[in-house]
């Protein structure tokens, strides 16, 4: 959650959080996007670079798309 730029913090980025209780239960990541795309992915099987490249590839397409809207 530091992670976030206090600027996304500012225009509304929402972070929720669950405690895991249950031991069978599998940890998730789960992202909304402004696109309203939503992207899950199991933590147990994908590591930090895979997922920051998957968001960061999204992210990347979402303001290439911005960019062409504006012009």
């Known amino acids: 959650m ?3 730029p ?3 913090r ?3 980025t929402k972070m929720t959080q669950e405690l ?7 940890p998730m990541i789960k992202v909304t996007f402004k696109d309203k795309k939503v ?3 199991s933590l147990c099987n994908t590591n930090f670079e895979e997922l ?3 968001f960061d590839t999204h992210s990347r397409k979402l ?3 911005e960019t062409i809207q504006q012009q």
């Open 10 to 12: 500012v225009l509304g």
């Open 2 to 4: 530091a992670s976030i």
């Open 20 to 26: 895991i209780t249950d031991p069978n239960q599998e």
């Open 52 to 54: 920051s490249n998957i």
């Open 63 to 65: 303001k290439i798309k």
């Open 6 to 8: 206090p600027k996304q």
């Open 39 to 41: 992207m899950e992915y």
